[in-house]
């Protein structure tokens, strides 16, 4: 932001978002001129959304702030207040993208439903279309899980920002994910109803190839939602983190579809699964770089739970309408490793303080792992106190004793801290970017994993199977 006016944009800025907008409204426009062409569209489309998203954030900025939405960098010498909640302006242009994307991937069965052969210039009857074949052809089912898709994505939102605006108590606030992904389940249930799991080959003897889990693989589906938004919003604390987490994910996502749709045999059964997928994972990426831009290091807004719950709900809805939430599950590697890690604190066998994140030393201008006081009259209960050395001597905590044996301080139980215990004291910027760099590297080997182990696994990859959109 300008020293003059941090509302505004600069000229270059205005310039270079002015032809970002231009190119991508001519490319939108020259879809049409093809079948819709729906994946470039959805690209021009994600430009957009960066454009807008780009601009919006530095509107809205010191609006949201004169609502009360900001909040103090903890880890800088001067603790600025800033703009909090950015991530409900990506949902609302993320979720006006996404709607008005719905005509793209139809276009084609929109035009033979109107004229047979893309002729539009002979529209058909209308009881042609209403009772001939060509209301069957209109694929109703996608379009109903697309617009369940969007319903969760916008109940998400709307909860989210109530989130930021209430402050809800962690324990309560844990089961929003539950409640936005209802319309997804609900629709998922009316629609596709596949609730079997394909059984690796040394259980097969035991299982069949397929186990069917029935009204289970709904609690399955509900669990990865609450988990996959919650994780996102607990390893976070540090600039940027939430946002690069999120664009490592959502890229291994994309790579993941796009290898269903560039490997032959083509087109592939999944084909379609994989590129509804990527449309609504590139608009999301569209919001995401822009909101990066501001909330990197030294951020200049944070992004609020909102935009946690956000991204988490963008994965759980690609993953589960496409039929892949294994492969998610193996692309939140850290997400999984922090949670598991919180537990004792989440679960209050170890003091939980209301933040988490790591200590700045300002002496040193460098990031130390955040710890929890221990008093002479608290200490921790013995199988709790054995646990906490026990971690310390495997490197997986670190404890400080008094000369007694007593507990002084513990570090606190997050995958940021616990990077601190091993690596020293880092910079903000540099702990972000080797933070990122593990979940790229996990991320790839997931993938790796994904597609390598599974044919030795299940016999084929799922590049062989279902997927049906
Ligand atoms: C989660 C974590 C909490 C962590 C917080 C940081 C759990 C159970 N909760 O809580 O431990 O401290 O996220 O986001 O693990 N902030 C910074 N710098 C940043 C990002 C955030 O100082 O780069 C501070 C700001 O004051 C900001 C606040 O954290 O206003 C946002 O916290 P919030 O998202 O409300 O915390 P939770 O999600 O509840
Ligand atoms: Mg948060």
């Known amino acids: 932001m300008t020293a003059h006016s941090p509302t505004s944009l600069s000229r270059t800025e205005t310039l270079s978002l002015l032809s970002l907008t231009f190119a991508c409204v001519v490319i939108l426009t020259n879809t049409f001129q093809g079948d819709g062409e729906p994946l470039i569209a959805s690209l021009a489309l994600s430009g957009l959304a960066f454009a807008a998203t780009f601009a919006m ?35 609302v242009v993320y979720l006006l993208v996404v709607i008005i994307f719905v005509p793209f991937p139809f276009y084609k069965d929109i035009v033979a439903a109107t004229s047979g052969g893309g002729n539009r210039d002979v529209v058909l009857h209308v009881e042609h279309v209403q009772q001939g074949r060509f209301l069957h052809r209109f694929p109703h089912s996608k379009l109903a899980s697309y617009l369940s898709a969007i319903i969760s994505l916008q109940s998400i939102a709307i909860l989210g920002i109530g989130d930021d605006l209430f402050d809800i108590r962690w ?14 389940l609900v629709v998922y249930f009316v629609d596709f109803g596949v609730t079997s799991i394909v059984i690796p080959i040394p259980l097969q003897p035991y299982l069949g190839e397929l186990f069917n889990l029935g009204p289970l693989y709904y609690v399955y589906m509900a669990g990865v939602a609450i988990f996959s938004p919650n994780s996102i919003n607990i390893l976070a604390g540090i600039n940027g983190i939430e946002v690069t987490q999120s664009i490592v994910i959502a890229m291994l996502l994309a790579i993941n579809d796009a290898l269903y749709l560039i490997t032959p045999p083509y087109p592939h059964p999944a084909t379609d699964s994989h590129l509804f997928s990527l449309y609504f994972l590139l608009p999301f990426l569209g919001v995401s770089f822009a909101l990066l831009w501001y909330n990197r290091y030294p951020a200049r807004v944070f992004v609020g739970d909102t935009y946690c719950y956000f991204a988490g709900m963008v994965f759980v809805v690609v993953s589960i309408l496409g039929h892949f939430s294994k492969t998610l599950i193996l692309l939140l590697i850290p997400q999984i490793f922090n949670f598991v890690y919180s537990v004792p604190q989440l679960f209050g066998l170890v003091p939980c303080p209301r933040h988490r994140l790591p200590r700045f030393n300002a002496r040193t201008g460098l990031l130390e792992p955040s710890i929890t006081p221990w008093t002479v009259d608290r ?34 139980f997050t995958l940021i801290n616990l990077w601190l215990v091993w690596r020293g004291p880092l910079r903000e910027d540099k702990l ?3 933070l990122t760099a593990m979940q790229t590297v996990l991320g790839l080997f997931g993938l790796f994993v994904r597609h390598g182990l599974a044919r030795v696994v299940f016999k084929e990859d799922n590049w062989g199977i279902t997927g049906r959109w």
């Open 379 to 412: 200490q921790p209960k013995p199988p709790i106190a054995w646990g906490l050395k026990m971690l310390h001597n495997l490197r997986l905590l670190r404890v400080t004793l008094d000369g007694q044996g007593r507990f002084v301080e513990t570090t606190n």
């Open 57 to 91: 954030i530095r509107w809205l900025g010191p609006t949201f702030m004169k609502a009360g939405l900001k909040g103090v960098d903890m880890s800088k010498h001067h603790r600025k207040e800033i703009p909090e909640c950015m991530g409900a302006i990506c949902a």
């Open 171 to 184: 324990r309560h606030k844990f089961f929003i994910p539950a409640f936005a992904s209802i319309p997804l």
């Open 432 to 434: 972000a970017l080797e």
